[in-house]
């Protein structure tokens, strides 16, 4: 298949009609290329150096937790790079870096884009699942013209020194959430990624973007039949 093409798909195999219409999008490596709320925090440490010095200080507590709990030293980290700052004060700084990430060059992948907008205009049902937090992600999308988007997506809670983690969107939490939502089975699901074997699971037509031979095995190994590739930029 050529680069952005579009293709009709069938019903979901339950064949539930309005799950026809849904399709889902990954936000990470499929519209926007690297890891944006990687490079949040990125540019969180690099404005701060006492931020840096906190993370030294907890490297013993990030190396004895690594091996058991990925997660947990993410939480970690995160929390550090957020302390001392407040909800409306992470909105301001989430929506300001959003909107500069949208203008550095070749950040955001336009065949994606072009992609989306064109289930848009055959009356599909859009949404962006991301393990980006929500904030971050809408910023985004509004920069791109596309804040009228549903988003699935990460979300913070205030704490007493600044906000943290609550809810990571990634692997079986993508379908849960969606599940939430009345969403249980879609029409096409693109993804850059196997940790979104659990939502590409629930589509007619999993579609991996730009990825590696070894991603596609591991993807095609857990649905049990192959999967469409398409190669944007």
């Known amino acids: 298949m050529g680069t952005g093409e579009f293709q009709a798909t069938p019903s979901?195999?339950?064949?539930?009609?309005?799950?026809?219409r849904v399709v889902l999008f990954d936000f990470d490596g499929v519209l926007i290329h690297g890891d944006s709320f990687y490079l949040f925090m990125r540019d969180r440490?690099?404005?701060?150096?006492?931020?840096k010095a906190l993370a030294l200080l907890a490297?013993?507590?990030?190396?004895?937790?690594?091996?058991?709990?990925?997660?947990?030293a993410m939480r970690t980290l995160v929390h550090i790079g957020l302390c001392g700052v407040g909800e409306q004060r992470y909105r301001e700084i989430a929506t300001r870096f959003g909107a500069a990430l949208v203008r550095r060059p070749r950040q955001f992948c336009r065949d994606g884009l072009q992609q989306l907008r064109r289930h848009q205009a055959a009356g599909d049902r859009v949404l962006v699942v991301t393990g980006c937090e929500e904030t971050l992600a809408r910023s985004v999308l509004a920069e791109l013209g596309l804040d009228g988007l549903e988003v699935v997506a990460s979300s913070l809670q205030p704490g007493w020194s600044g906000m943290r983690m609550q809810r990571h969107n990634v692997g079986r939490r993508k379908p849960e959430a969606l599940a939430a939502l009345g969403i249980r089975a879609s029409a096409v699901a693109y993804s850059d990624s196997s940790q979104d074997i659990p939502m590409l699971k629930m589509t007619a037509d999993p579609v991996l973007v730009n990825a590696v031979p070894v991603i596609c095995k591991r993807v095609e190994k857990a649905l049990g039949r192959s999967v469409r590739r398409v190669e944007w930029y």
Not at 64 to 69: A, D, I, R, T
């Open 12 to 20: 979901t195999a339950d064949g539930d009609a309005s799950a026809s």
């Open 45 to 51: 440490y690099a404005r701060a150096w006492w931020r």
């Open 59 to 72: 490297l013993p507590w990030l190396l004895l937790c690594l091996p058991f709990s990925r997660r947990r």
